[in-house]
């Protein structure tokens, strides 16, 4: 639903947690989707709020401190440090506090869970929750460690790994599969191993905890999913639906660790536990509004509870949350249980606003797998801005967000991206423009300033009014992919408009009539550059401001609103200089320079974007010959076939090829292929491909399938 100018809009980023440097996986998940919904908010004047910070407790961390030898607090403060300056580079509204308009219209502020103020906060929560009811001690059973010397060192879930009781899928961890979803308790998992220490026995003993009573919510949070049922996506209406159908039980929010919130209960019980990281996390999202309300506003004459117009119920808020699919749990469940159960205790004056929206992204993949700081297995982003333009990949991953299925990073889609669509159409249209005006001055005067702009050509003028209305329609419901091609629609009709309107043909003509044919049509174009450089700001904050410059305007493109985005026409009287918005990218040179960045850096350290295996993984890989019984297109992907394999003994496999751009139908049926026999099946844009061909890539666009040089049967071996 379409929101007002008087709204209070919440955006709220999953915090990442502060183990290591963000990675490309972070960035398509949460970090920009946020941003730019923040971005646009503020450019359709609303009182927004934008809250965040970095996760910083839990065992990895001490983890990590052990092997560094530094302190956790010494590990997070570099870690939070360096996270906040990389979103800050990609161009992300973390430093920006208010705006002339003052602190009612709201800000952000990237916090952190270490602070002083966040732990007395969520200390408070904790005591409010026990005084309800909704807390009670349990003994539980927990996975740990037992040393030489007795010395028993519990286990974090996710430092278990094991098999699903539910699914029987492998690498399952200690209280949830992210393969099925299912949750359990610790002595259901099959075959539990540490991943700390595989070779150490994990043991199961018995220890006291608070637990959070999520089944006495169970019915308010159905009826909650069930008013939500048209908001949510479908992989966040369907992993709600599964826990709710699996039963909600109450969830422990205590563990045995002495880094994180301490518990303002019974010392001589509690004093070495801390809060769990996960109840801890979630309520960052309120205590980061009353620490941003205490600290920043304040400071700027606002009332210390400030924060309340955007938390206290009031009936004019609403409320996004960014993440990736793996949280979605944690948002739809555990965090508003947790406001339910504040609510519920509480005064209507008092009342905390439920979200409107989870936006939960499903995985951009490397190379298939999965983005991963513990595995090295990714493109970081500090690395990455060091050495290309950050609007570059916020366009590359907004146009390929994994909004509806999981989308795959490669360094030659992002290429392809960058050279054909944004600079090939987008900045190519800029660069006629303006390169045309420039051509037709005299003196460096501007000769277009007696001329109408879009008002002399209604059809182009409705065109843009039409692609500024859709935008903002997508833009609505967080359709931030489909918002971005209707904007990139413009550039695309712009040039269109040019070559039918020719203006190049009348530049030098000594007739006004005639001279006219090309000041008129190049004053319209010059009219739509500036709607294209509000429309673009929350995707390309960078470039949108260069080409507000480029075209003379005054002040900031964001700071204009995208309701009025064709209203004013201005011109300068003497024209700017004019720059390329963006550098062409070589894709031989960027495999080149990530390849020798790596050996520089440390023979032994995989490149970003690739995870080097050991021999006898590589040995398990089972690589066979088949023969190729038909092709089809894929009805959900333009690069895809489906091809179905014959692999002997009357089998069939079907596996999902991108040969699209490289081989005909006709050219691979009834070809012998190579293909591998053991990979596990995963569904590729809604269908299920359970192999994979090998093909050879030269690096320059020329893909070449592997045969075998002679007739052989299906399903033999390749060795």
């Given at each position: 639903?379409?929101?007002?100018?008087?709204?209070?809009?919440?955006?709220?980023?999953?915090?990442?947690?502060?183990?290591?440097?963000?990675?490309?996986?972070?960035?398509?998940?949460?970090?920009?989707?946020?941003?730019?919904?923040?971005?646009?908010?503020?450019?359709?004047?609303?009182?927004?709020?934008?809250?965040?910070?970095?996760?910083?407790?839990?065992?990895?961390?001490?983890?990590?401190?052990?092997?560094?030898?530094?302190?956790?607090?010494?590990?997070?403060?570099?870690?939070?440090?360096?996270?906040?300056?990389?979103?800050?580079?990609?161009?992300?509204?973390?430093?920006?506090?208010?705006?002339?308009?003052?602190?009612?219209?709201?800000?952000?502020?990237?916090?952190?869970?270490?602070?002083?103020?966040?732990?007395?906060?969520?200390?408070?929560?904790?005591?409010?929750?026990?005084?309800?009811?909704?807390?009670?001690?349990?003994?539980?059973?927990?996975?740990?460690?037992?040393?030489?010397?007795?010395?028993?060192?519990?286990?974090?879930?996710?430092?278990?790994?094991?098999?699903?009781?539910?699914?029987?899928?492998?690498?399952?961890r200690g209280d949830q599969c992210d393969a099925c979803g299912a949750t359990y308790e610790a002595n259901e998992l099959r075959e539990p191993?540490?991943?700390?220490?595989?070779?150490?026995?994990?043991?199961?003993?018995?220890?006291?905890?608070?637990?959070?009573?999520?089944?006495?919510?169970?019915?308010?949070?159905?009826?909650?999913?069930?008013?939500?049922?048209?908001?949510?996506?479908?992989?966040?209406?369907?992993?709600?639906?599964?826990?709710?159908?699996?039963?909600?039980?109450?969830?422990?929010?205590?563990?045995?660790?002495?880094?994180?919130?301490?518990?303002?209960?019974?010392?001589?019980?509690?004093?070495?536990?801390?809060?769990?990281?996960?109840?801890?996390?979630?309520?960052?999202?309120?205590?980061?509004?009353?620490?941003?309300?205490?600290?920043?506003?304040?400071?700027?004459?606002?009332?210390?509870?400030?924060?309340?117009?955007?938390?206290?119920?009031?009936?004019?808020?609403?409320?996004?949350?960014?993440?990736?699919?793996?949280?979605?749990?944690?948002?739809?469940?555990?965090?508003?249980?947790?406001?339910?159960?504040?609510?519920?205790?509480?005064?209507?004056?008092?009342?905390?606003?439920?979200?409107?929206?989870?936006?939960?992204?499903?995985?951009?993949?490397?190379?298939?797998?999965?983005?991963?700081?513990?595995?090295?297995?990714?493109?970081?982003?500090?690395?990455?801005?060091?050495?290309?333009?950050?609007?570059?990949?916020?366009?590359?991953?907004?146009?390929?967000?994994?909004?509806?299925?999981?989308?795959?990073?490669?360094?030659?889609?992002?290429?392809?991206?960058?050279?054909?669509?944004?600079?090939?159409?987008?900045?190519?249209?800029?660069?006629?423009?303006?390169?045309?005006?420039?051509?037709?001055?005299?003196?460096?005067?501007?000769?277009?300033?007696?001329?109408?702009?879009?008002?002399?050509?209604?059809?182009?003028?409705?065109?843009?009014?039409?692609?500024?209305?859709?935008?903002?329609?997508?833009?609505?419901?967080?359709?931030?992919?489909?918002?971005?091609?209707?904007?990139?629609?413009?550039?695309?009709?712009?040039?269109?408009?040019?070559?039918?309107?020719?203006?190049?043909?009348?530049?030098?003509?000594?007739?006004?009539?005639?001279?006219?044919?090309?000041?008129?049509?190049?004053?319209?174009?010059?009219?739509?550059?500036?709607?294209?450089?509000?429309?673009?700001?929350?995707?390309?904050?960078?470039?949108?401001?260069?080409?507000?410059?480029?075209?003379?305007?005054?002040?900031?493109?964001?700071?204009?609103?995208?309701?009025?985005?064709?209203?004013?026409?201005?011109?300068?009287?003497?024209?700017?200089?004019?720059?390329?918005?963006?550098?062409?990218?070589?894709?031989?040179?960027?495999?080149?320079?990530?390849?020798?960045?790596?050996?520089?850096?440390?023979?032994?350290?995989?490149?970003?974007?690739?995870?080097?295996?050991?021999?006898?993984?590589?040995?398990?890989?089972?690589?066979?010959?088949?023969?190729?019984?038909?092709?089809?297109?894929?009805?959900?992907?333009?690069?895809?076939?489906?091809?179905?394999?014959?692999?002997?003994?009357?089998?069939?496999?079907?596996?999902?090829?991108?040969?699209?751009?490289?081989?005909?139908?006709?050219?691979?049926?009834?070809?012998?292929?190579?293909?591998?026999?053991?990979?596990?099946?995963?569904?590729?844009?809604?269908?299920?491909?359970?192999?994979?061909?090998?093909?050879?890539?030269?690096?320059?666009?020329?893909?070449?399938?592997?045969?075998?040089?002679?007739?052989?049967?299906?399903?033999?071996?390749?060795?």
């Amino acid at each position: 639903m379409e929101g007002s100018p008087e709204e209070y809009v919440s955006i709220f980023m999953a915090w990442p947690y502060a183990n290591g440097p963000l990675h490309l996986g972070h960035v398509a998940g949460n970090c920009l989707p946020a941003d730019i919904q923040y971005k646009y908010e503020r450019m359709r004047g609303r009182r927004v709020l934008m809250l965040s910070g970095s996760d910083e407790h839990g065992t990895p961390i001490t983890v990590t401190a052990d092997e560094s030898g530094k302190s956790p607090q010494s590990v997070v403060d570099e870690n939070h440090q360096a996270i906040f300056e990389s979103l800050v580079k990609l161009g992300c509204s973390w430093n920006q506090t208010a705006d002339e308009r003052g602190v009612d219209y709201g800000g952000a502020l990237y916090g952190r869970t270490s602070d002083p103020r966040h732990h007395e906060l969520v200390q408070e929560i904790l005591l409010e929750l026990h005084g309800n009811g909704y807390l009670i001690q349990e003994t539980m059973e927990q996975f740990c460690t037992v040393g030489e010397g007795g010395e028993v060192r519990f286990l974090p879930d996710r430092y278990v790994q094991g098999i699903c009781p539910a699914c029987s899928a492998e690498g399952a961890r200690g209280d949830q599969c992210d393969a099925c979803g299912a949750t359990y308790e610790a002595n259901e998992l099959r075959e539990p191993v540490s991943k700390l220490n595989p070779d150490v026995p994990v043991e199961i003993r018995e220890t006291e905890h608070l637990f959070f009573r999520l089944d006495l919510l169970q019915p308010e949070l159905e009826a909650h999913a069930a008013d939500r049922k048209s908001t949510w996506k479908p992989n966040v209406r369907s992993m709600t639906k599964n826990w709710l159908n699996m039963g909600l039980r109450p969830r422990a929010i205590t563990r045995d660790i002495e880094w994180g919130v301490r518990i303002p209960l019974d010392d001589q019980i509690w004093g070495k536990k801390r809060v769990y990281v996960w109840f801890d996390a979630v309520q960052g999202y309120l205590t980061c509004a009353r620490i941003w309300s205490e600290r920043i506003a304040q400071s700027s004459g606002a009332e210390g509870e400030a924060w309340r117009k955007w938390w206290v119920e009031n009936g004019n808020q609403r409320h996004i949350y960014f993440m990736g699919k793996d949280n979605i749990p944690f948002h739809t469940i555990i965090w508003p249980g947790i406001l339910m159960a504040l609510n519920n205790a509480r005064g209507d004056n008092d009342r905390l606003h439920l979200e409107d929206n989870v936006a939960s992204n499903e995985y951009l993949m490397l190379s298939g797998d999965q983005f991963s700081t513990s595995r090295k297995h990714a493109v970081w982003l500090p690395t990455f801005l060091e050495r290309y333009d950050p609007d570059t990949i916020r366009y590359h991953l907004t146009v390929n967000m994994p909004e509806l299925h999981d989308t795959d990073f490669t360094w030659r889609e992002y290429v392809d991206k960058v050279n054909n669509e944004l600079i090939g159409t987008y900045a190519n249209y800029v660069n006629r423009v303006l390169t045309l005006v420039s051509k037709a001055s005299v003196d460096g005067k501007n000769p277009i300033l007696d001329y109408p702009g879009l008002e002399a050509y209604p059809d182009f003028m409705q065109f843009i009014q039409g692609k500024v209305t859709s935008s903002i329609e997508s833009m609505e419901r967080q359709r931030f992919k489909e918002a971005l091609r209707r904007v990139m629609d413009i550039a695309q009709e712009g040039n269109g408009f040019l070559q039918r309107a020719e203006p190049w043909k009348y530049l030098k003509a000594d007739e006004p009539e005639e001279r006219e044919k090309a000041l008129r049509p190049l004053s319209a174009a010059w009219h739509s550059l500036r709607v294209l450089s509000i429309l673009t700001h929350p995707f390309m904050p960078f470039q949108s401001q260069r080409l507000w410059e480029m075209i003379g305007e005054a002040g900031k493109s964001s700071e204009e609103t995208w309701d009025d985005a064709l209203n004013t026409d201005n011109r300068p009287e003497i024209l700017p200089d004019v720059e390329p918005l963006f550098s062409r990218l070589d894709l031989d040179e960027i495999l080149k320079r990530e390849i020798e960045s790596d050996k520089v850096k440390n023979q032994n350290e995989p490149v970003e974007g690739v995870a080097y295996i050991d021999f006898d993984t590589f040995a398990s890989v089972e690589l066979r010959i088949g023969v190729v019984e038909s092709v089809e297109d894929h009805p959900n992907a333009d690069r895809l076939y489906v091809v179905k394999i014959n692999e002997g003994d009357d089998q069939t496999r079907t596996v999902c090829a991108g040969l699209k751009d490289h081989y005909t139908k006709d050219e691979l049926d009834g070809t012998h292929v190579v293909f591998v026999a053991n990979l596990e099946p995963r569904k590729l844009r809604g269908v299920m491909s359970e192999g994979m061909l090998l093909a050879a890539d030269d690096g320059s666009g020329s893909v070449r399938l592997i045969r075998p040089d002679g007739h052989i049967k299906p399903g033999s071996s390749v060795r």
